[in-house]
């Protein structure tokens, strides 16, 4: 029998497992339906050749790469504050992984050509590249994450670090290539877009982090450690707050004129 001391956490936990499911659920009907359908209903046609299942796994593929960060801060440039955190990053990175590339059997029109897919590779195509570069990083990750957890191979996990830090770099700049090698694309959209997708890991990344670490932190009641806490940047005031202005915020009367004009209107502000 359940205690019923743990009987919030209990609900909880199945409340949490309940929604998963919904998702599962809606992810299986639409699957079918876009098997039952065709592609048209994820918005690609003749003239969009990426329909909607591609915004999903590039995020996912692209925050897999990014939330890994975490990680490499504590390993590879050896911050010991968040060395803690290295194994939910990796396992974040894994999940993500795993999801858009879930999403990406879509595309294929029948999921049983993953096997064609795995053993006919055309090198001249970035798509057989990135096909090496997603195994490959779950490969790395998963010896990352066992150095981490297990005490006797501490020793590895800053190599294993560095291999994961670079291998994600490279398979960002993969996942960008897809798109910025295309034939209709401007020479300038090429150059740009594999910079723009190495800085969007690092903005995704850190806030699928955030979230799910707010979420776990908050189901065991727990609040992260002050030095951490200054780190994060400060979430911004509502509009219309009228706190009270720090004395380092007040203009002074240097370069104002000598009538003191700046000192004036900083003294009657609330």
């Known amino acids: 029998m359940i205690p019923a001391s743990s009987l919030p956490a209990a609900r909880r936990f199945w409340a949490v ?3 998963g499911a919904l998702f599962v659920l809606a992810g299986l009907y639409a699957a079918h339906v876009m098997e039952t359908r065709g592609h048209i209903v994820t918005g690609m046609n003749n ?3 990426w329909g909607l299942p591609h915004v999903f796994a590039i995020f996912l593929i692209v925050a897999a790469s990014g ?4 990680a490499s801060v ?3 440039f050896r911050q010991a504050a968040y060395k803690p955190h290295a194994p939910l990053s990796g396992l974040l990175c894994l999940a993500l992984l795993a999801g858009g590339l879930a999403v990406l059997m879509l595309d294929l029109g029948r999921p049983e050509r993953i096997i064609v897919a795995a053993t006919h590779y055309n090198f001249t195509s970035v798509f057989a590249w ?3 570069l997603y195994s490959g990083m779950a490969a790395i990750v998963a010896v990352y994450l066992w150095a981490l957890m297990e005490p006797r ?3 590895w996990s800053r190599p294993a670090g560095i291999a994961a830090f670079a291998w994600r770099i490279i398979l960002t700049s993969g996942t960008g290539s897809i798109f910025a090698f295309l ?3 401007q020479a300038f959209g090429t150059a740009v877009l594999i910079p723009l997708f190495l800085a969007m890991s690092l903005g995704w990344g850190l806030a699928v982090f955030l979230v799910a670490q707010s979420a776990l932190y908050r189901w065991n009641g727990l609040t992260l450690p002050v030095e951490i806490r200054r780190r994060m940047p400060q979430a911004p005031r509502p509009r219309g707050h009228r706190g009270r202005r720090s004395r380092s915020s007040c203009p002074t009367a240097r370069g104002s004129g000598r009538d003191g004009r700046a000192q004036t209107a900083c003294k009657a502000m609330p």
């Open 153 to 155: 191979r501490a020793a």
């Open 47 to 49: 003239r969009i050749v």
């Open 74 to 76: 504590g390993s590879v």
């Open 130 to 132: 990135n096909m090496f």
């Open 17 to 19: 497992l309940a929604t």
């Open 67 to 70: 939330v890994l960060n975490v």
């Open 183 to 185: 034939v209709a694309r």
